[in-house]
Nanobody, 115 residues
């Protein structure tokens, strides 16, 4: 069974940085479309970033100049480097894998941006 485990969340001050990781097991990671989503309290879960198997990327407008999604197929891991963090980035961040109509979600990792 495909499993996704996020890590790297925590408390950071505004303007700081965090690097989230999502380790994938149980399938052929290299062919999956990988993405990051986030959900703040009282809000809908929203798209953050996506990376395809060919390394093309897509970002939500508010994070384009601050976040970078990448993948290391040898380690079966996708990353989200988050710089210049703002309080409005506070949310639970979820990793998602997609392939041929099948979707898998991780449990999420909390990111809190506050002084």
């Amino acid at each position: 069974q495909v499993q996704l485990v996020e890590s790297g969340g925590g408390l950071v001050q505004p303007g700081g940085s965090l690097r989230l990781s999502c380790a994938v097991s149980g399938s052929d990671f290299s062919i999956y479309i990988m993405g990051w989503y986030r959900q703040a309290p009282g809000k809908q879960r929203e798209f953050v970033a996506q990376i395809f198997s060919g390394r093309n990327t897509v970002y939500e407008d508010s994070v384009k100049d601050r976040f970078t999604i990448s993948r290391d197929n040898a380690k079966n891991t996708v990353y989200l480097q988050m710089n210049s963090l703002k309080p409005e980035d506070t949310a639970v961040y979820y990793c998602k894998a997609d392939q041929l109509g099948l979707s898998y979600w991780g449990q999420g990792t909390q990111v809190t941006v506050s002084s």
